[in-house]
């Protein structure tokens, strides 16, 4: 019959590794100042450059449906004193000198020439009895132009191209101020927006990943749901009010934990804006962005947004390499062997020892937590909700670290083993470097590592007001990790 599991004798495990901790000074100060200055030091990382950003965009902006020709048309039109045939270019000069007075001739650039250069220019044809009828015909299209331009765009400048000539009238007439005009209307408007070149150069931005929305709600929630990392919104009216000279600023929403990718975003945004409407309008225009964070705030420390993970990677750098190096000594001194020589079973020298180390793995992460919160302290009111998580962390770690050590001959292998499970999980768990940064060919390599889906858990529960049931799957795999260092610390193992 199976003995049972004695509480008593994990205990007495337990306090005898206290004790022998106590009495070594050195590495007891150790355990407490080099998780400071680690933590110190994590405050000074830089981050690399980042590609591939998840970023929502609405475009609504509306072309302007309102050209100049149509308006100098309406005007001329209306004028009393005015009757026009419409015309096209082939006709615009028949009967000119007889039934029709003067020829105006609009072109297809008329609007977009405007809009781009400032001054455009029209041909007039005029051919009278008098240089009196003359002036007045020039006159009165030159007022009207004048009035559309004005109505449209505020009074740019139109210059008209007079071409004026005289016919001898048989028999000599009065003057009249009425006068036929035969107009030809080529103008095609305005119908390129802003909007739409800025999305397409933003879609060849090779830093983005552009994702099409059809409102500004739904920009937000793709930001609120953490499927894209920066959002961009523009409003219906945005190239009439940028060539009006007015202030609508494109709305651009970031995602402020991920400061990386946000800065990557906001880069790609600006840089798409400022050559979208120079290709738009032909010159430069000065627009602004109107930037909101969904989450974090602007000018968030990098240790303030890694705080969270760094506190879970103490807990797999101490947790491994500690618990791993004593472990391996006690094997070397036959105090190992002696143990289990007594009426201990495996699995109580494994729970010994690893709720021992876990306790001064306890008291690192205090001390780490600490100056984590000091630097960033938002921190303290999800704090709580971190515990767990790092308990299951560092319990993995510690039980893990148990078994590997079982197996090793020499601290140099310890140390040679900590090294291939730690330093990939560093560039790798999305600790410092986003997971999108990841080439494709060894993207599924950070799922193998329990670092990854702490850093996961942590961050959603520091700063996206996620509960546990929230993250419930990265808790699951945690678990998972405590149970199989457990399970291969108490595995049949062979002495050298």
């Known amino acids: 019959m199976s003995r049972k599991i004695s509480s008593h004798r994990i205990g007495s495990i337990i306090r005898r590794i206290f004790r022998q901790i106590r009495r070594d000074r050195p590495t007891l100060g150790l355990m407490v100042i080099a998780p400071l ?50 015309r096209a270019r082939v006709d615009a000069f028949n009967n000119l000198g007889e039934s029709i007075q003067a020829a105006l001739l609009l072109p297809l650039n008329l609007t977009e020439g405007l809009l781009k250069g400032g001054n455009v220019t029209l041909d007039l044809y005029v051919n009278v009895t008098s240089e009196l009828e003359a002036n007045y015909i020039m006159a009165v299209i030159g007022n009207v132009t004048a009035q559309a331009a004005s109505e449209l765009f505020g009074g740019r400048g139109i210059q008209i191209q007079r071409n004026v000539t005289f016919t001898i009238p048989l028999p000599p007439s009065p003057f009249d101020l009425s006068f036929n005009l035969s107009l030809v209307n080529e103008d095609v408007g305005f119908t390129t927006t802003i909007g739409t070149i800025f999305e397409e150069i933003l879609s060849e931005n090779g830093n983005v990943s552009v994702i099409m929305c059809d409102s500004r709600e739904e920009v937000i929630e793709f930001l609120d749901t953490r499927s894209a990392v920066a959002g961009v919104y523009v409003g219906a009216d945005f ?80 947790g491994f390499l500690i618990p791993g190096i004593f472990f391996l000594r006690e094997r070397q001194q036959g105090t ?6 007594t009426p201990l079973l495996d699995i109580e020298i494994v729970l010994g ?92 390599i950070p799922y193998f590592f329990p670092l990854t889906y702490y850093v996961e858990a942590a961050r959603a529960v520091a700063f996206y007001d996620a509960t546990l049931l929230d993250v419930i799957i990265p808790v699951i795999i945690m678990v998972l990790y405590c149970l199989l260092g457990i399970a291969a610390s108490v595995v049949k193992r062979s002495e050298k």
């Open 239 to 318: 190239t009439r009010t940028t060539l009006s000279g007015e202030d609508q600023p494109i709305e651009l929403y970031i995602n402020g934990i991920q400061a990386a990718e946000g800065a990557t975003a906001l880069v790609a945004v600006q840089e798409s804006l400022s050559e979208s409407i120079a290709q738009a309008f032909g010159r430069e225009s000065e627009t602004s962005l109107n930037i909101t964070y969904v989450y974090g705030e602007a000018g968030m420390s990098m240790i303030e947004i890694m705080g969270p993970a760094i506190i879970g990677f103490m807990g797999v750098f101490f």
């Open 353 to 444: 020892y690893s709720i021992a180390f876990i306790g001064v793995l306890l008291v690192q992460t205090t001390v780490i937590s600490a100056v984590v919160l000091y630097i960033s302290p938002q921190l303290l009111s999800s704090i709580l909700m971190l515990i767990p998580l790092v308990i299951l962390l560092a319990m993995g770690s510690v039980t893990l670290s148990l078994a590997i050590s079982y197996r090793m001959r020499n601290e140099l292998q310890v140390i040679q083993i900590m090294l291939v499970f730690i330093l990939p999980q560093v560039y790798l768990s999305g600790m410092l470097f986003p997971l999108s940064q990841i080439p494709s060919s060894i993207a599924m």
């Open 37 to 86: 200055i680690i933590t110190f030091l994590w405050s000074f990382i830089l981050s690399g450059d980042v590609t591939n950003v998840p970023t929502a965009v609405c475009i609504q902006d509306i072309p302007i449906e309102e050209n100049l020709g149509a308006t100098a048309s309406s005007l001329i039109e209306e004028h009393v004193n005015v009757t026009v045939f419409e």
């Open 336 to 341: 190992l062997e002696r143990m289990q020589s």
